[in-house]
Every structure is written in structure tokens, then in C-alpha cells.
């Protein structure tokens, strides 16, 4: 009748996807089985069959936007329904198969074994990996990186990897406001990465890989969403949000 807890997952992975059929399933069939995962696909108004395959993919649950929201917004409503279900820690990957869905479980141990509140996953620290033709975005995520460092004052090698486990607990921070306008698409993340940093959670790396499929595929629009993945750090560290 009662959930018992010691057999609970750990970890809510948040999948937000948009338009992913054909590749959701294959990454929902790459989490760890150990016990200590769950996944939650928030499928942002996709036009294709995303919602089926995750469910048929054994996704626990599966959020539907009727019209897309932003990533921000999906990654919010899946970290709050993974809360809700009593998550300790949660976690997002991405939905495209960019990511190895096996890491969660080094990542986690890892994450455990340093007691840290938040795991950034990289690609380019010793023993992260890039398979497949990654083009500009190998020196793009680097220069970002760096930038993003200095803003943030300390050396985070891969700070656009969307592959990061948190502490549920560090999103109860009053410093810490996901329901902001400016956050519903890629600013989201980086935005809570500098919170935990400022805020001096214990944030550490953890090496994975990153897979281009050489489809040249991306559902990011230039400038205007680089722009967003940068300006988090820089509003924050010039005062200008909060
Ligand atoms: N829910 C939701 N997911 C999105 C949205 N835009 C992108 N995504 C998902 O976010 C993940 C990353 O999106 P991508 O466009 O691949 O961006 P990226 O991986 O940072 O960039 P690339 O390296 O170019 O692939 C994928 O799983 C997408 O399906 C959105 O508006 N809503
Ligand atoms: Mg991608």
C-alpha cells in the first residue's frame, strides 16, 4: 500500500525533448536498471510520436506541453515533478542521444562519493570523450567555457554539457529563482550552475561523452541562443538579475 522507500530511485532524470521520436527510446533504453534511476520526458509540444516511444521506453512519467515552452520550462517542470515524487537528487540528459545514458551511474557514485551538490558532466576533462564530427562547437563550448569561468571565478572545463545531477535540495535556496521570464529556454542551466558556484555549493566535474551523429542536427538558432546560454553569467555577475 506505502511506496517503500529504501527501493525508491535516487535520481529523477529530466529528458526534455522536442520533436525526438526515433532517438528518446534509445537513450531512455541506455539508464542504468541498478534501481537508483527514473526517468521523467517532458515532451514540449513535439509533432511526432516523442510521448509513445518514451512511454513504450519505460519513461516513469511523461509531461506534455500542448505548445512548446522552451527547454527552460521543460527542464523546470520535470525537476518540480521529480520533487514532488520525492526525489533526493535529479538530473537532466538530453533527449537527441547525444549523451551516454550509462555515465548517470559513474556520475552518480562519483557525485556520492564527494558528497558534492551538483555533478557538471565534460567532455573535456581527462577521460571525457567526443565521438563523431563535433565542427565548430568543439572550440565554441571552449571559448564559452572560459568565459563562463571568469564570470563565474572558477574552472568549470565544459560549462554548456547538458548532462548535470543536483541535490533537489539546493533548488529550495531562496537565491535561487527558476520562475524568472528570462529563464525558459538554454539560460536555465547555466543560470542555476553559477548559483551553485556563488552560492558555494559543492559543485565538481565528471567526465562523459558527448556523440555528434554527423546529421549536423541541432535545434539551437545561432546567436540568439548562444546568446542565452551566456548571458545567465553575465547578468548574474554584473548584478543585473538575480
Ligand atoms: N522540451 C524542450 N526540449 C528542447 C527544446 N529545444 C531543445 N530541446 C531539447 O534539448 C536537448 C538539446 O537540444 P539541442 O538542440 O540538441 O541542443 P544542444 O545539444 O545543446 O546543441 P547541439 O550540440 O547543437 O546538439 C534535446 O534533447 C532537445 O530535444 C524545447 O524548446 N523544449
Ligand atoms: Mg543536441
Do not use: C
Request: a neutral charge.
Amino acid at each position: 500500500m506505502f511506496e517503500d522507500l529504501s527501493e525508491a530511485p535516487l535520481v529523477a532524470v529530466v529528458i526534455p525533448a522536442l520533436n525526438e521520436a526515433g532517438k528518446v527510446g534509445r537513450v531512455l533504453d541506455g539508464i542504468p536498471r541498478d534501481g537508483r534511476f527514473e526517468a521523467i520526458v517532458v515532451d514540449d509540444g513535439s509533432t511526432d510520436q516523442t510521448s509513445d516511444e518514451a512511454r513504450a521506453h519505460g519513461a516513469a512519467v511523461v509531461l506534455r506541453h500542448d505548445l512548446r515552452a522552451g527547454k527552460g520550462v521543460a527542464i523546470r517542470d520535470g525537476w518540480e515533478e521529480g520533487i514532488r515524487r520525492g526525489r533526493p537528487y535529479l538530473a537532466i540528459i538530453d533527449a537527441d542521444d547525444q549523451h551516454d545514458a550509462a555515465d548517470l551511474a559513474s556520475a552518480l557514485d562519483d557525485l556520492l562519493a564527494r558528497d558534492a551538490d551538483y555533478l557538471q558532466g565534460s567532455r573535456w576533462m581527462r577521460g571525457g570523450r567526443v565521438v563523431g564530427p563535433a565542427g565548430g562547437r568543439g572550440f565554441g563550448t571552449r571559448v564559452y567555457s572560459l568565459a563562463f569561468s571568469i564570470l563565474a571565478m572558477r574552472r568549470v572545463s565544459d560549462a554548456t554539457n547538458g548532462f548535470r545531477i543536483l541535490k533537489a535540495s539546493i533548488l529550495k535556496d531562496p537565491a535561487i529563482d527558476l520562475h524568472q521570464s528570462w529563464l525558459t529556454s538554454y539560460d536555465l542551466e547555466p543560470y542555476v550552475l553559477y548559483k551553485a558556484i556563488r552560492l558555494g555549493y559543492r559543485v565538481v566535474e565528471h567526465p562523459v561523452t558527448v556523440r555528434y551523429h554527423g546529421d549536423g542536427y541541432t535545434k539551437m538558432q545561432g546567436v540568439r541562443d548562444w546568446w542565452r546560454l551566456f548571458r545567465p553569467a553575465l547578468l548574474l555577475r554584473t548584478g543585473l538579475k538575480h
